[in-house]
């Protein structure tokens, strides 16, 4: 042979080999946590047809396969009881990628607009409550973060950016507030290492998280987040395509979502959507059931407090939680701010989800986490006598007068109402009101007053009207 050729041939051999570099998926890395007592999907690329090892350190496995010849590459693999640190090495001949200290345990999804993305530091000039003495307690290797960076974009992507982090004060003052809150809620009544992957973005709307297939389903929906100037995160399945579908092979155990906002104007198509959107997530995440608890949108004047299109809204929401399997609402009628739609309270949010997944996904007996809600009314004399569910041991104001209720006659006109509470029931009356027929409470964009009506359980009715005009 041509030594110059031999010589040509050793380089480009080397190269070839030095170039030859296993990498795993994105939203795999250090520092992660794998869903407990299941089987994960471990997945990355390679050369074509390059064999490849992968140990997972907790039970010792060893599990064999080849690249597809466009150098993909997916095997499955079971995990044990909660633990860690472990190790995942992913071998080839000489060559080997380790991914280390890696737990075992619960892996959550929360996703939704603004008031999910809201970091525990705020936003410009909105504040969170009390976030410097949650920042000093939130150093915890057991909770682990993964963000994914905002993506919108035409075609499903394979790949998207972000890192597994331990919750330290720096980490966690740059991570959902809501999604923390819940988290570490869980993971301190679980005492199991938990992981929380936040793919969220500000403003968007909720057929952006929607995939193309199922976004064909709501023709109205569509046409009009497919306009030219829609915005990048109204953008039917744009979302899904650059946030959701990057991260579907991982395994999560569920989701909690809070969005809504944009969606209010067209209100009676949202009960619809987000079932499609849970449904579409059974099937990508390989759940047979997906546990899903979300949030009911916080008041804001949005214009005009005392309009009742966020009363209309809370209505298709409470449609949703009943129409969709395992999933649950929490109320914050009680957190608004008029004039910022981003509230400052997040840790109570965030422990208003957990009391859900404790209760109903991890089998926690004895927390009360179902919001009252209205069951019936009756006219007696010249007053309206409501009833509720969910009440725990009774109803109570926490000591202020009760506002936000209305009640209306024959002429269909609501003026405001007295409250007073007695035996576990609602008294409602009106010097205006010779004869009610019907009542509302909290059925507008921003309630006035805030006394607000709770169980003593300490969670707040709902908005509800008992009228149907």
Same mark, same amino acid.
């Given at each position: ?28 890395g ?17 050369? %074509?047809?390059? *064999? ?32 860690? %640190? ?31 993305e ?27 973060l ?7 974009? *035409? ?21 959902s ?41 709501? %023709? ?25 579908? %990057? ?5 999560i ?9 944009s ?11 987000m ?34 299109l ?36 997040k *840790? ?31 006219? *007696? ?89």
């Amino acid at each position: 042979m041509n030594t110059k050729i031999f010589f040509i041939s050793i380089f480009l051999f080397s190269a070839i080999f030095l170039n030859a570099k296993i990498k795993v998926a994105s939203v795999l890395g250090d520092n992660m946590v794998l869903q407990r007592n299941t089987e994960v999907k471990l997945w990355g690329t390679a050369d %074509p047809n390059q *064999k490849l090892t992968i140990i997972t350190s907790w039970n010792k496995a060893k599990i064999s396969t080849v690249a597809s010849e466009s150098g993909q590459w997916l095997v499955k693999a079971k995990t044990t009881d909660a633990g860690g %640190p472990f190790i995942i090495s992913i071998v080839s001949g000489k060559e080997k990628v380790q991914l280390q200290n890696i737990l075992l345990g619960e892996v959550w999804l929360c996703s939704g607009q603004s008031n999910m993305e809201m970091p525990m530091l705020g936003f410009n000039d909105q504040p969170i409550n009390s976030s410097n003495e949650v920042l000093a307690e939130a150093n915890n290797c057991q909770l682990r973060l993964f963000t994914v960076k905002r993506l919108s974009i *035409k075609t499903p992507q394979d790949t998207c950016v972000g890192n597994w982090e331990m919750a330290t004060a720096q980490t966690v003052g740059k991570f959902s507030a809501v999604g923390y809150h819940f988290a570490s809620r869980l993971q301190k009544a679980l005492k199991v290492p938990v992981g929380v992957i936040n793919s969220s973005w500000g403003g968007s709307r909720i057929e952006a998280w929607i995939n193309a297939e199922n976004m064909q389903k709501f %023709p109205e929906s569509l046409k009009s987040t497919t306009q030219e100037k829609t915005a990048p995160n109204h953008r039917a399945s744009y979302l899904y395509n650059g946030m959701i579908h %990057p991260i579907k092979n991982y395994s999560i155990k569920g989701a909690i979502w809070y969005q809504g906002e944009s969606n209010r104007a067209e209100y009676q198509y949202y009960a619809g959507l987000m079932k499609t959107m849970v449904e579409e997530w059974k099937s990508d995440f390989e759940l047979k059931e997906l546990p899903f608890y979300f949030v009911q949108i916080a008041p804001y004047w949005y214009n005009n407090s005392k309009d009742i299109l966020s009363g209309k809204f809370y209505d298709e929401q409470y449609k949703a939680s009943l129409n969709i399997p395992r999933a649950g609402m929490v109320a914050t009628v009680d957190f608004g701010e008029e004039l910022c739609i981003h509230p400052a309270e997040k *840790k109570a949010v965030g422990q208003r989800l957990s009391y859900w997944a404790l209760s109903e996904t991890y089998g926690v007996n004895g927390i009360a986490y179902k919001n009252p809600v209205y069951k019936a009314v009756v006219v *007696k004399d010249s007053s309206l006598v409501v009833s509720f569910d969910n009440l725990v041991n009774g109803l109570t104001s926490f000591g202020k007068e009760i506002t936000n209720f209305e009640i209306a006659g024959e002429d269909q006109k609501f003026y405001s109402a007295t409250a007073k509470i007695k035996s576990k029931q609602v008294i409602l009356t009106a010097t205006e009101v010779k004869k009610p027929i019907a009542a509302r409470y909290c059925y507008i964009n921003y309630p006035v007053g805030k006394g607000f009506l709770y169980n003593t359980a300490g969670l707040p009715i709902l908005p509800f009207r008992t009228d149907k005009w």
